[in-house]
């Protein structure tokens, strides 16, 4: 993981180039609560190693928050990954917490996205209450819910998990071990396929 | 915060050649980028991050994956790739236009997502 201001040695970027057939991108949203697996979720799909970014907000767009003192600016760390579909797109996998206090920074993010697969723990669904309430809020965004299936984590019937976080019935809800590729990858699919017939529906109306 | 904050609209004035308000383009974290290959120098009095980014840029890289690379915050990343791109030593690949990715896009991004 490359990360501002680590010791690691400089990744050689010319190796980590888009290939000359690329021609554009599109980005999903990776988003839910500290700890749920939003960078493994990002490991396991990407063709780069997880990048990350650190961006400086302002305390304006953080509201009043007690934890922060009298700090003006914080930093929110940010990791991303990548990888290309069909030869031509690059799409890009952006993580981040996406409270409520971060709310700037994920906007920006957020515009022009294919959607959003929010990242759950059924150990704590609660904690993704706060992230389903801003894209609701702030965004027309498509929403695809992945249960991240710990070990010791309660299995529950997509309908129950739907059921609790009070989603729309056409949300979809896939769950898996997101350390492994081809769940992450079913993950983006479910998305995916979920933009398309939400795009769909809106070109027919 | 690092010097490039402060020393960089003198930089932006040498690259623009002098122009006060350049052109904004829309940066996304997203958009694609890639260096002008056409053997022009950047100015002398062109700073180091300008430099940094031209060199990393030399294949197509994303907005993010450069801030990540210079170890910037996207945000600075933006200001300079944006002198660069007025200044035409920095091209966009990827169309810059489109606000949602339509239909046909997302279907062929799905199609490719199944050939995994
Ligand atoms: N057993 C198990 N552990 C996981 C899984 N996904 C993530 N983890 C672990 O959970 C921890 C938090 O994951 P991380 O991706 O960093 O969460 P983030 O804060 O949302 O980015 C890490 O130690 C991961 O190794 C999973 O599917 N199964
Ligand atoms: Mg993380």
């Known amino acids: ?205 | 915060m690092t010097d490039g904050y402060r020393d960089h609209p003198v930089r932006s004035y040498v690259l623009t050649g002098g122009r006060a308000h350049p052109s904004r383009n829309t940066l996304r974290p997203e958009t694609l980028l890639c260096a002008v290959d056409d053997g022009r120098e950047l100015p002398v009095g062109a700073g180091r991050h300008e430099r940094a980014l031209l060199e990393t840029c030399r294949g197509t890289l994303a907005l993010a994956e450069l801030a990540a690379y210079l170890r910037l915050p996207t945000s600075l990343v933006a200001v300079l790739a944006s002198d660069l791109l007025d200044a035409g030593y920095l091209a966009v690949r990827s169309p810059a236009t489109h606000d949602l990715p339509g239909v046909d896009l997302l279907e062929e991004v799905l199609d490719g997502l199944r050939r995994f």
């Open chain 1, 1 to 205: 993981m490359v990360s501002a201001g680590s010791e690691a040695p400089p990744v050689d970027p010319a190796s980590l180039h888009l290939a000359s057939t690329v021609e554009r991108s599109v980005k999903v949203l990776v988003v839910g609560a500290y700890g749920v697996g939003k960078t493994t979720l990002i490991g396991a799909v990407s063709e780069i190693p997880v990048l990350s970014t650190e961006e400086t907000i302002t305390a304006a767009s953080l509201g009043v928050d007690p934890r922060l003192g009298e700090k003006t600016t914080t930093t929110v760390a940010m990791d991303f990954g990548r990888v290309t579909v069909g030869g031509t797109t690059a799409l890009y996998l952006f993580g981040t917490p996406g409270q409520k206090r971060f709310w700037d920074l994920w906007a920006g993010l957020a515009d022009g996205a294919v959607g959003a697969l929010v990242v759950v723990d059924t150990r704590r669904l609660e904690d993704s209450f706060e992230v389903l309430d801003q894209l609701e809020e702030h965004t027309a965004l498509p929403v695809t819910i992945v249960v991240n299936e710990f070990p010791d984590a309660p299995r529950h019937t997509t309908d129950a998990v739907r059921a609790a976080l009070d989603l729309p019935a056409d949300t979809p809800v896939v769950a898996g071990d997101l350390r492994e590729r081809r769940q992450a990858v079913e993950a983006l699919q479910a998305l995916v396929a979920h933009a398309v017939r939400l795009a769909r529906a809106g070109d027919a109306a």
